[in-house]
């Protein structure tokens, strides 16, 4: 028995979509095999869970530590014209910035590459769906989705349906970037970096996609959809818990305004004696008596 990974993921995916059909094809008909390709979309990110909460949880560790971060850069710091200049020092300068920001990390338990992982694992699941639904693969020529007449047609065959799933497609993956980059506080470079792949990404995969087919454009909707509703509920519950662990620290707080109360007591009780001296002021029937003495 040889050893075929690519194969064996081949026949899986395979398998997945017949098991989702099959279960859908009494219910949905002809576009159980849409459907099929939705539920496969669905069950891999759902697999792909808890990497996703570990990247969230991994970006937010990396934006609390910013502050720390930008001392690590002010203290060796290595511009373009030290680069020019003196090109020993800014390496070496470069090199401590490194080391010292992965000592961080691991200080910290963070690791900047966690944030790759799911869409890494996705790619051999995409590239397999993509060979599953070419013509000659798995799928049935009868294969449909409601305006989609065959799900293993290019974007250019399908017609006006086609060209309205790019559209989706580069509009969800817009509004996923988009969404990720209001959730992170990146400043300077990296926040233009940010902002050129949010435009640049979907203008490429436009192009791209049309020599796709349709039922891959119709999993990479789902996923995108998938990715925009996860990282809302995501982002919320992080925002909770951070808005809590911020609380904490007012509600012990109460305790301090209390000492300066007590200072207080202290100046009202000095100010008594200040208004206990009308005994001074009861001279004035001691100077009635010595007149009277001297009349």
């Known amino acids: ?113 966690s944030g790759c992982l799911p869409l890494l694992l996705q790619m051999p699941i995409f590239f397999a769906l993509f060979r599953v639904l070419q013509p000659s693969g798995d799928l049935p020529d009868e294969a449909s989705f409601y305006i989609f007449n065959n799900l293993s047609a290019q974007t250019t065959a399908a017609g006006a349906a086609g060209w309205i799933l790019v559209v989706l497609m580069a509009a969800t993956t817009y509004l996923s970037a988009r969404q990720m980059m209001s959730s992170t506080a990146a400043t300077g470079q990296a926040q233009q970096q940010q902002k050129i792949m949010m435009y640049a990404m979907p203008l490429v995969l436009i192009v ?56 207080a007591k202290p100046e009202v009780s000095r100010e008594r004696p200040k208004s206990a001296k009308p005994p001074k002021s009861k001279k004035p029937p001691k100077s009635t008596k010595t007149t009277k003495d001297k009349k």
């Open 1 to 113: 028995m040889t050893f075929d990974p690519w194969g064996d993921l081949l026949a899986g995916i395979a398998g997945v979509l017949r098991f989702f059909h099959g279960m859908l094809e009494g219910v949905a008909g002809a576009d159980a095999w849409g459907w099929a390709i939705i539920l496969l979309t669905i069950a891999v990110r759902i697999v792909l869970l808890p990497l996703a909460v570990k990247q969230i949880r991994s970006q937010r560790a990396m934006q609390s530590l910013q502050p720390e971060m930008k001392k690590i850069q002010s203290k060796y710091k290595a511009d373009r014209g030290m680069m020019r200049s003196d090109p020993e020092k800014y390496r070496e300068l470069r090199g401590k910035q490194q080391e010292a920001t992965m000592a961080l990390y691991k200080e910290h338990g963070v690791n900047p590459a």
């Open 208 to 263: 791209f996609s049309v020599q796709m087919f349709i039922g891959v454009l119709i999993y990479w909707v789902t996923t995108n959809l998938w990715t925009i509703a996860q990282q809302y509920v995501m982002f919320r519950a992080t925002h909770a818990d951070s808005a809590r662990t911020a609380g904490k620290p007012p509600t012990a707080t109460p305790t301090k305004p209390s000492t300066p109360a007590k200072s």
